[in-house]
């Protein structure tokens, strides 16, 4: 019996869509957005012009997997090093460009069910930007859909060292440290993502095999799909191209592979 192809679909997703298992999708997808400089460079065009057209990719991959029911996608929009690092001119063009996009974009997070949430150190962004934020989150709360998550002003050792400070201040208002408990359950419970559940897949656009300081506790199991393809050239289609790599891997979570008969051998690799 052939698949149903999901409503919305162009000809090159819905081709690429009845390649996959259905069944088998990833959860959460998370993406490093990269390739937008040299995008512009090529075309001989400000650096900002990448941005610009990378909000359109933006519109696509959110879309896309909406539709073919990813339940949580997320984003590295700027991390915290983009702030310290890029010229003022960049980084007030990337939040008047965020901004425009929240605010003509709910419309179209309603219709397709998208709950907006952000990760990242929110407090220190500036009022204008934490207002658009924050009705933006409101005005797509009641979403059942999937969940698009932002990350802003966002590193994942900070957000390892905010959790720690989380831990150790709720046990000192609760009876002091000695009811201090740190396990992986405890961690998790007090990261930036706790209304997520870890990446499976994560994508990285424009070739750069790193993680960039991105959800580094949360994609210990992740599987990696890296293409070169420069972030304003990436669609949905690309996003799907991805799922289909990611099904033909083989999870193991640091067990032995199905099948494998010999639960003795001491050569059981992590994975
Ligand atoms: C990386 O390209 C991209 C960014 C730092 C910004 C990402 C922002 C967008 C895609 C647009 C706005 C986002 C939203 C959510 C509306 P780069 O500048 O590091 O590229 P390069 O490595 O080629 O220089």
């Known amino acids: 019996m052939q698949a149903t192809v999901p409503a919305g679909l162009d ?20 993406i490093i957005m990269d ?36 339940s949580a996608l997320t984003l590295y929009a700027f991390s915290e090093e983009n702030w310290k690092k890029r010229p003022k001119s960049e980084v007030d063009f990337l939040m008047g460009l965020l901004c425009r996009y929240l605010q003509q974009e709910v419309p179209t997070l309603n219709k397709n069910r998208i ?18 934020m924050e009705w933006a989150r409101q005005a797509t709360a009641h979403n059942t ?17 905010d959790a720690f400070r989380s831990i150790v201040d709720g046990a000192a208002r609760n009876g002091g440290l000695d009811h201090l408990e740190i396990d992986e ?29 991105f959800l580094l ?17 990436f669609r949905g289609a690309h996003l799907l191209e991805g799922i289909a790599e990611y099904q033909k891997r083989e999870r193991r979570y640091g067990g032995l592979a199905d099948g494998h008969s010999d639960h003795h051998s001491p050569k059981s690799v992590r994975s």
């Open 11 to 30: 000809r090159k997703e819905a081709e690429i869509y009845l390649r996959l298992d259905p069944k088998r999708l990833p959860k959460h997808i998370a």
């Open 145 to 161: 859909g999937m969940v698009l998550t932002l990350a802003l002003n966002y590193s994942a050792r900070s957000e390892l060292v």
């Open 217 to 233: 506790w949360q994609l210990a199991y992740a599987e990696i799909y890296v293409t070169p393809t420069l972030w304003p050239e």
């Open 115 to 132: 709950r907006l949430e952000y990760i990242g150190r929110q407090q220190e962004l500036p009022p204008t930007v934490r207002s658009k």
């Open 35 to 70: 390739g937008n400089g040299r995008w512009a460079r090529r075309r001989h065009l400000p650096r900002v012009a990448g941005h610009r057209a990378g909000v359109a990719s933006v519109r696509s991959t959110v879309e896309t997997a909406a539709r073919v029911g990813i």
């Open 185 to 213: 359950d405890s961690v998790s419970r007090h990261l930036y993502t706790r209304h997520l559940p870890d990446p499976d897949l994560v994508v990285r656009t424009s070739g750069e095999m790193r993680l960039s300081n």
